[in-house]
């Protein structure tokens, strides 16, 4: 599906990053994994190798736009092109009423998850224009589509994806660039393992369980893939019918 196409995968060291990485890979695209974790990065590249798959890892903090511009370029030394990008990285904060929310702690949350993915296609955006175009998938979450107590930091800079990415979309369509976000639901990463309640959370949840990180990751490769050509600007839920309503 993705035969030769360059792409990068921000958030790359676990979880979703890291299981779109090797979907990626095995769908046939050349993936460049970025995370400020080096050493899990470098774990999830090996593996890719392993299996025949093309990967190199370049550790990235995508809230400095140095690191970022730097990403793109060794990604453009190292595979000589750019065509698609699934940007992924983002952070939370401790579940905090919004007035006792330390500033620091809500400025981390919009630099990592909002102002992460500004930079991410800032950079990324001219490198793909250099070979005709591309696609990009940002991450935003159930949490980007409504309001959840006790984390406003996180809420504001998914809700501001949603927006960024609807930007994006309508500034470069004509220069065949698509820009596509996706808002996943509870998905079995390692955080949501450490919760106590799964099985209450997987109640709320229509389909009743859920999701694997496989299922998003599967997503974002259709998303990148000539199969979506046609889509652009849009918000994918990935939730087991969370967003549709009440059950």
Known sequence: MLNGKVAIITG????????????FAASGAKVVLAARDAGAIATV???????GGQAVAVPTDVGDPVSVERLVQQTIDAYGRL??????AGDGHMPTALADIKVEDFERAIRVNLTGVFLS????????LRNGGGA??????????TGVKGIAGYVAGKHGIIGLTKTAALDYPQLNIRVNA??????????LKQLKNRDQVALAVPIQRIGEPGEV??????????????????????DGGRMAGVA
């Open 12 to 23: 790359a060291s676990r979880g979703i990053g890291a299981a779109s990485a090797r979907i």
């Open 45 to 51: 590249a090996k593996d890719i190798l392993s299996k």
């Open 83 to 88: 065509d698609a990008a699934f940007n992924n």
């Open 121 to 128: 296609m800032k950079y990324e955006i001219p490198a793909m």
């Open 136 to 145: 990009i998938v940002n991450m935003s979450s159930t949490a980007g589509l």
């Open 182 to 191: 996706i808002a996943p639901g509870p998905i079995l990463t390692d955080r």
């Open 217 to 238: 990751a599967y997503t974002v490769v259709w998303l990148c893939s000539d199969q979506a050509s046609f889509i652009t600007g849009a918000t994918i839920p990935i």
